[in-house]
């Protein structure tokens, strides 16, 4: 049993029943003497137990000695973002509060309403929820907060980044004046302390993230490419790292569906959440993550709001996400409970400085790689293979019969053969990527056969865009339909760059941007012939530097007369 003068005894029987020994930092810091019976403002990350800290916070307010008083009403609410994590924090705390004798009640959509307006009606003493069927309730009259002791806002940024606010506002005001509000939240933004100030009196911070903690369980990669070669990149994350559970995040539902068709087609076992999906198939969804059918999630930020998958071990960040909270909340999704995780961003070359300032607001201090190679996988599922063809294995009488009939009709080198076949058969093939890790440089080459009397064009990315031939390569290959080999010299300057294309390919080359359209992630990106005076300047040799021409839309300034 654990011994602790701030605890309950009836929820310390609960906690020895499951195993507790010591507990987390967020539970001890709220069972604290300076913490009793105050309002708390508790930042917290997803797994670190917060789910046990505000029940044995709420133990005060509920508990006459081991035991919860009957009530004509509910005396604690629990607020949460989503169905799964409400249902999960009601399991929590049904364990918790069942020596003590507490009646659980739970109220989220995609439940029959019917049902729970009748569990409510015969009485509870906690009622843990999501906020558009709280509020239906209250609306109803089927929930009544008068008698409210105890408040618990659970992951509280997630219910405002999902919307929200006029809900918790609504459910808040209905509450007593005198009710104790625990508000737990990842992340502070400006609205999470505005509603701290307008709902708490003389809260207690409780801060047990620090800036190295907060990441300590993630290891964060960032990956610059082409965007042509985005999905392709995904890919090679997958196979490379083979994890347990990934997570993909996408902005949009019409992403999502993209990716989701292209990963089942290339034959990994892979589910979609957005916003366009049921109730139903969500549930099958993470159902099928959960026991091992499905290994890889494509999914909105808001549809992975409260998905709790203690096995996903990697997160990628396949569209980046809008600013640095966001991306701690995808990131979030791994590194749980104390078991580590990886989160890769896939960055387009030209938002790697927007990321890069991202990255320093959040405090994260990224690797930088290169992606993963075609032969690296090759050479990573030869190791994985070898690993698991080694690894020992207990055989039944069947078994064994079954291995002597193969040793007698095979030599040892075919039964090899076809285990390692058969082992190959459910790896998708990695991709081969435009641009491999080596550098590439095309900046000077030289006089080339086949460039005599080129033609130069001009694309709007330069330096200030980080542009760089590795990737601007491949991309004017795909939107001018040529061959690597038709592209001379790519010269870069600060606001755009210039290429040459040769006099065979040029007309082409031509024809095919007409009917091209660039798409949405190469940010705007347009191909041009280029200026008489501009194709010139690129066409000079490099022997001595040259005033650079004034590049359109660079905004130098004109030299003083």
Request: hydrophobic fraction near 40%; include cysteine; charge should be neutral.
């Amino acid at each position: 049993m654990m011994h602790n003068p701030y605890i309950n005894p009836a929820l310390g029987r609960a906690l020895a029943t499951r195993g507790f020994d010591t507990l987390t930092s967020v539970q001890s810091a709220v069972v604290e003497y300076q913490a009793q019976g105050r309002d708390l403002v508790v930042s917290a990350k997803t797994g670190s137990g917060k789910t046990v800290a505000f029940g044995l916070a709420m133990a005060e307010q509920l508990l006459e000695g081991e035991r919860v008083p009957w009530s004509p009403e509910p005396m604690a609410l629990v607020i949460a973002p989503t169905r799964e994590l409400a249902l999960q924090v009601s399991k929590e705390l049904q364990w918790l509060y069942d020596p003590a004798g507490a009646r659980v009640v739970t109220c989220v959509g995609g439940m029959d309403p019917i049902k729970e307006r009748r569990a409510l009606g015969g009485g509870a003493h906690i009622v843990v929820g999501t906020p558009g069927r709280l509020r239906d309730h209250l609306e109803r009259g089927a929930l009544s907060l008068s008698g409210m002791r105890v408040v618990v806002l659970d992951e509280a940024d997630e219910m405002l980044d999902m919307g929200f606010r006029e809900e918790l506002e609504e459910i808040l005001d209905a509450t007593p004046d005198g009710r104790r509000t625990l508000l737990f939240s990842a992340t502070m933004p400006r609205p999470i302390v505005a509603m701290a100030k307008r709902y708490q009196k003389d809260a207690l911070r409780i801060e047990t993230i620090g800036e190295r903690e907060a990441h300590a369980d993630i290891v964060y990669q960032a990956v610059a490419v082409s965007p042509t070669d985005i999905e392709h990149v995904v890919v090679n994350l997958l196979r490379m790292h083979e994890a347990e559970t990934a997570i993909l995040f996408c902005a949009t539902r019409e992403a999502v569906r993209r990716l989701h068709v292209s990963l089942s087609e290339r034959g990994f076992q892979a589910v979609a959440l957005s916003g366009e999906h049921s109730q139903n198939e969500r549930n099958a969804a993470l159902q099928s993550l959960r026991d091992g059918r499905a290994r890889v999630c494509v999914a909105t930020d808001v549809a992975a709001r409260g998905i709790d998958l203690p096995s996903v071990s990697l997160v990628v960040h396949v569209e980046l996400p809008r600013d640095a909270e966001a991306l701690q909340h995808r990131s979030g999704r791994t590194g749980r409970a104390g078991r580590k995780g990886v989160a890769v961003l896939i960055v387009p070359f030209r938002r790697r400085r927007a990321v890069e300032t991202m990255l320093r607001s959040a405090r994260i201090q990224p690797e930088w790689i290169e992606p993963p190679t075609a032969e690296q996988i090759r050479a990573k599922d030869r190791e994985r293979l070898l690993e698991i063809a080694s690894a020992p294995v207990e055989a039944d009488e069947e078994d064994r019969e079954l291995a002597q009939q193969l040793m007698a009709k095979l030599s040892p080198e075919a039964i090899a053969r076809a285990l390692v076949r058969s082992l190959r058969t459910d790896l998708p093939a990695p991709e081969d990527l435009l641009v491999s890790g080596g550098k590439e440089d095309r900046s000077d080459p030289g006089p080339r056969s086949g460039f005599e009397g080129s033609t130069w064009f001009r694309i709007n990315a330069g330096r200030r865009h980080n542009a760089d031939p590795r990737w601007l390569l491949p991309l004017i290959c795909r939107y001018g339909h040529v061959g690597r080999n038709d592209i001379g010299a790519i010269r870069i300057a600060a606001n755009e760059s210039y290429f040459e294309v040769t006099p065979r390919a040029t007309p082409g080359f031509v024809k095919a941007l007409r009917r091209a359209t660039i798409a949405a992630e190469d940010d705007g990106m347009v191909i041009e012939p280029a200026p008489p005076r501009s194709a010139e300047e690129a066409a000079r040799p490099r022997g001595k530097p040259q005033r650079p021409a004034k590049a359109r839309g660079s905004g130098s300034r004109p030299s003083a007369a």
